[in-house]
């Protein structure tokens, strides 16, 4: 059974131009057990509808703002918890095997 996940610890992004049509996004997978200790973050991309790459990401919570920002400022737009069905509708599907796959990785 996978874990259920908690969607205000996720960010997802959608960025079309062109013929470009990527999501990315970042889940909080495990909080630091201090201020000073960084966090666990599954990152996620790929072209929407199509199996998204991860990689596990440990930082703190200031550099995954960086990062948003980035990505941001690269044309994603971030996509708010009410829309995500309509752009992307496997999203919580997908969001709970990404989560759980990676957290057997920590």
Request: proline share 2%.
């Amino acid at each position: 059974m996978a874990p259920k996940v908690d969607l205000d610890s996720a960010f997802v992004s959608w960025c079309r131009e062109g013929t470009s049509d990527k999501v990315w996004g970042s889940i909080k997978l495990r909080n630091g057990t201090n201020f000073w200790e960084d966090n666990s973050y599954v990152t996620f991309w790929g072209r929407r509808g199509a199996k998204l790459q991860t990689k596990i990401v440990k930082c703190d919570t200031w550099t995954m703002a960086q990062l948003i920002h980035k990505k941001e400022a690269k044309g994603y737009l971030a996509v708010a918890t009410e829309d995500l069905d309509t752009v992307y509708p496997e999203f919580e599907d997908d969001l709970k095997k990404t989560a759980f796959w990676n957290l057997l990785k920590l």
